[in-house]
């Protein structure tokens, strides 16, 4: 898959130096079908896609973004601290997964508005597909 081909070593460089400005730094940089990748303390991490039906990707980033600042102001790690090989293999447990959540659920409808991307929803899914969290709507 396009995922695997992702390195995130080509990415580390431009980290490095936002990291040099605010040591702090979180960076996301959203890969389409890919997933997406994660910089924060030194560390590389790859969140993978959520794979679902595509009709319409526009709005997919604000979803994801939208999603993920949801998640850290709610206590979620940026991180989740390891790279699984698929959504949802191991707890979810990070904001970035959450946005990927997001994201994924906004690009099955036509609406270019998340407006689908509502916290009934969120937990519909997590359950239809039998997923693990501690995420709290």
């Not at 960076?27 to 993978?48: H, R």
């Not at 906004?106 to 508005?113: K, L, R, T």
Request: overall charge negative; hydrophobic content about 40%.
């Amino acid at each position: 898959s396009a995922f695997q081909l992702v390195d995130p070593n080509d990415f580390r460089a431009l980290y490095e130096q936002l990291r040099q400005i605010n040591s702090e730094m979180m960076l996301l940089i959203t890969l389409g079908k890919s997933g997406a990748l994660t910089f924060y303390q030194g560390k590389a991490e790859k969140v993978p896609p959520l794979s679902t039906a595509v009709v319409n990707t526009t709005g997919a980033g604000d979803a994801c973004l939208g999603g993920m600042m949801a998640g850290l102001v709610h206590g979620y790690p940026f991180q989740k601290g390891r790279d699984d090989l698929s959504y949802g293999e191991t707890e979810l447990i990070s904001a970035v997964e959450l946005g990927t959540l997001c994201a994924g659920i906004a690009v099955g409808f036509e609406d270019s508005i998340a407006r689908f991307v509502t916290s009934e929803n969120l937990e519909g899914y997590i359950q239809e597909k039998g997923w693990n969290t501690k995420w709290q709507f």
